[in-house]
């Protein structure tokens, strides 16, 4: 039982416009999230988190959304960049860090920004 | 270099042996992880250290994995009688206090093939 969903294995955006990355969780427990990005050859780098208290967080071009009662959060880039193009990886733990450590993760997804 | 060093890149073994690896991490971060991933899936939560003390392992870690962080520094993780499921990407990540400003530094990871 998958308890944390990246949905879509990919996406494809124009330079400039949003990058809308999604995120459902199953488990009730979870109330910290992670938003992690990876290149290849290259270990995940940590983005943005949020903590169940808030529904939003931003950190320059990027915005975490948090809908407790659909259990769904994304991840908004604006304006996307070609740079931005990796995989991006969706966490959830119960607790925050030291226990976001313990995180549960989704498979991923690829976003490609075109030029 | 300030990030988290992981040794071998690489290591390709045969069924049966014993691997160990290696890690580094940032040196003020008192919390280290280790991870494992397998192809299109995110990391998933093997154990982690609070200086040199172990604090939590996942039902994931069999009999077989042992990991150990002498004097709260360096970590090694090994795999006895290795099995081709094993074949991975172990990934380590460091973080600092339990700050929730502070996310986890990543290692790129060790590649393990069991042949």
């Known amino acids: 039982d998958q308890q944390v969903k990246q949905n879509s294995p990919s996406l494809s955006v124009q330079e400039g416009r949003i990058s809308i990355l999604n995120c459902d969780y199953t488990n009730s427990m979870f109330d910290y999230f992670l938003w992690y990005k990876k290149y290849p050859a290259e270990g995940p780098t940590f983005l943005i988190s949020?903590?169940?208290?808030?529904d939003k967080n931003e950190d320059g071009r990027f915005t975490v959304f948090l809908n407790k009662s659909a259990k769904h959060l994304s991840l908004h880039i604006v304006p996307s960049q070609p740079g931005d193009s990796a995989v991006y990886f969706c966490?959830?733990?119960?607790?925050?860090?030291?226990?976001?450590?313990?995180?549960?993760f989704g498979d991923g997804t690829t976003l490609t920004v075109k030029p | 270099d300030t990030g988290v060093s992981q040794d071998p890149r690489h290591k390709i073994t045969k069924r049966g042996q014993n691997v160990t690896f290696r890690c580094d991490p940032i040196s003020e971060h008192n919390r280290l992880y280790w991870y494992r991933q397998t192809l299109g899936q995110g990391p998933e939560f093997l154990t982690y250290?609070?200086?040199?003390?172990?604090?939590?392992k996942s039902r994931l870690l069999s009999d077989r994995f042992s990991a150990e962080r002498p004097k709260g520094s360096f970590s090694t993780l090994e795999i006895q009688r290795t099995e081709q499921g094993d074949s991975a990407m172990y990934l380590c990540?460091?973080?600092?206090?339990?700050?929730?400003?502070?996310?986890?530094?990543f290692g790129s990871g060790t590649r393990l093939t069991v042949v």
């Open positions: 990540a460091s973080t600092k206090g339990i700050d929730r400003s502070y996310g986890y530094t």
């Open positions: 966490a959830a733990s119960v607790g925050p860090p030291p226990n976001a450590g313990k995180s549960t």
């Open positions: 949020i903590s169940s208290i808030k």
């Open positions: 250290f609070q200086n040199e003390a172990q604090l939590e």
